[in-house]
């Protein structure tokens, strides 16, 4: 079973557009939620965590938001940049776990 | 330096050989997780150390698997036997001991099974 969807698999914008990508997570328990990107052939860098209490985080041109009662987070890229590109994983913890269960992520091109 | 650090980054052997993959996290970091990525299954959990609590071992896919962290520091992930199924990329993360720490992820150790 997916706990975490990550729709589209993957996306691609001309430069200069602003963008959402889309998680949404079976489960409304939800302890946090995390943001990450991976580069190709690289590991996960953290962008955004937002905590249940929370609705959103901020973050340079990102932006994070989270609706438990719907179960979705989105995150709001401005102004995308070709340096943008790669592929954008969520993840979430639930109460009494700190291990992240991710979404399969949406790969990301922003075309020059 | 100052990131998750990881090694080998590649390694390649043959199906039924054993192999020891390392992780050395973040300075004064007491949270460590190892996770695969593989194409089909994308990241999955694998083991969770905290401190000097007993690990949490539920996402081990199998017996083979086994791992340790020496000196509340580094880890190290044993995968015994190896099969191909086994080929991913096999990921650490380390994070502070309380609650809504962000965890900071190495660049993994690639995996082949021959």
């Known amino acids: 079973k997916q706990e975490v969807t990550q729709i589209p698999a993957a996306l691609s914008v001309p430069e200069g557009e602003n963008l959402v990508l889309n998680c949404s997570f079976t489960?409304?328990?939800?302890?946090?939620l995390q943001w990450f990107r991976q580069d190709p052939g690289k590991g996960l860098t953290s962008l955004l965590l937002?905590?249940?209490?929370?609705r959103e985080q901020t973050s340079g041109r990102l932006n994070a938001s989270l609706d438990k009662s719907s179960g979705r987070s989105t995150l709001y890229i401005a102004a995308s940049q070709p340096g943008d590109s790669a592929t954008y994983l969520c993840?979430?913890?639930?109460?009494?776990?700190?291990?992240?269960?991710f979404g399969k992520g949406t790969k990301l091109t922003v075309n020059p | 330096g100052a990131g998750v650090s990881q090694s080998p980054s590649n390694k390649v052997t043959e199906k039924g050989k054993d192999v020891e993959l390392r992780c050395d996290p973040i300075?004064?970091?007491?949270?460590l997780y190892w996770y695969r990525q593989s194409l089909g299954q994308g990241l999955e959990f694998l083991i969770y150390f905290q401190g000097n609590s007993a690990p949490d071992k539920s996402g081990l896919p199998s017996d083979r698997f086994s791992a340790e962290r020496t000196g509340g520091s580094v880890s190290t992930l044993t995968i015994q036997r190896t099969q191909q199924e086994d080929s991913a990329v096999y990921l650490c993360a380390s994070s502070f001991m309380w609650r809504n720490q962000p965890q900071h992820f190495g660049d993994g150790t690639r995996l082949s099974i021959l």
């Open positions: 993840a979430k913890t639930q109460g009494g776990s700190e291990k992240l269960v």
């Open positions: 489960d409304s328990a939800i302890y946090n």
């Open positions: 300075s004064g970091h007491t949270a």
């Open positions: 937002i905590q249940s209490s929370q």
